[in-house]
């Protein structure tokens, strides 16, 4: 994804390259008629409108990254979480056991599986930056609203691990409704107590 992300900007920036030195060379030439000057017009618009794409192209991309998700120090915590020794810590279970990608672990739970949810996942990030920034940071950081089981379901729903447990299968229609919420039971998302404690796992070839 990256790879080609990067493939991409660099033929956005070619593009845009060549058509700056097509407009410098030509210039005036197109200025001399009315249609050379609607090209101009029209080039000069799409100049803008590729460099916007590319940089919020881009910024999507970053934004989605773990790495960019610890860049604040008040997440430091959570991302410390992942490496907890506790397999009830959701976040630490899904991150040591490769459930979820390690280069996008924090949006590819805390993005919303809905239609148009990366786009309000990226508005609540925008919330989160305000706040950083301009706002009262508070010492528990909290979610806009509560955790959607089908942000769980769509990873898990027909997975044999998942409906191979009893309690799974008996709570079917209330965990597909949200009746129940599937914190009822994992409760312990990121096991922070731990992190206080310093109770991290480590694979046996980093263990001291």
């Known amino acids: ?12 920036l070619g593009a845009v390259a060549v058509m700056v030195a097509m407009i410098a060379y030509a210039a005036g030439h197109l200025t001399a008629n009315g249609l050379g000057r609607l090209v101009l017009l029209g080039g000069l618009a799409l100049l803008p409108l590729a460099v916007s794409g590319a940089g919020v192209a881009v910024g999507v991309h970053e934004s989605s990254e773990t790495q960019f998700c610890m860049g604040c120090h008040e997440m430091e915590r959570y991302g410390q979480s992942l490496f907890v020794d506790n397999p009830n810590a959701l976040a630490a279970v899904h991150y040591q056991k490769r459930l979820i990608s390690r280069d996008s672990t924090c949006f590819s739970c805390h993005t919303d599986y809905a239609l148009f949810g990366d786009a309000k996942a990226k508005l609540n990030g925008l919330k989160h930056v305000w706040v950083h920034y301009f706002g009262t940071i508070p010492p528990e950081p909290r979610l806009y609203q509560p955790y959607p089981n089908y942000n769980c379901l769509h990873c898990h729903n027909d997975a044999r691990g998942f409906l191979e447990v009893g309690p ?41």
């Open 168 to 208: 799974h299968r008996e709570l079917q229609a209330e965990l597909q409704s949200g009746a129940r919420s599937c914190l009822t039971c994992h409760d312990v998302a990121h096991d922070l107590e731990g992190v206080k404690a310093q109770n991290f796992w480590l694979p046996e070839r980093q263990r001291p």
């Open 1 to 12: 994804m990256e790879a080609a992300l990067t493939t991409l900007m660099m033929v956005l």
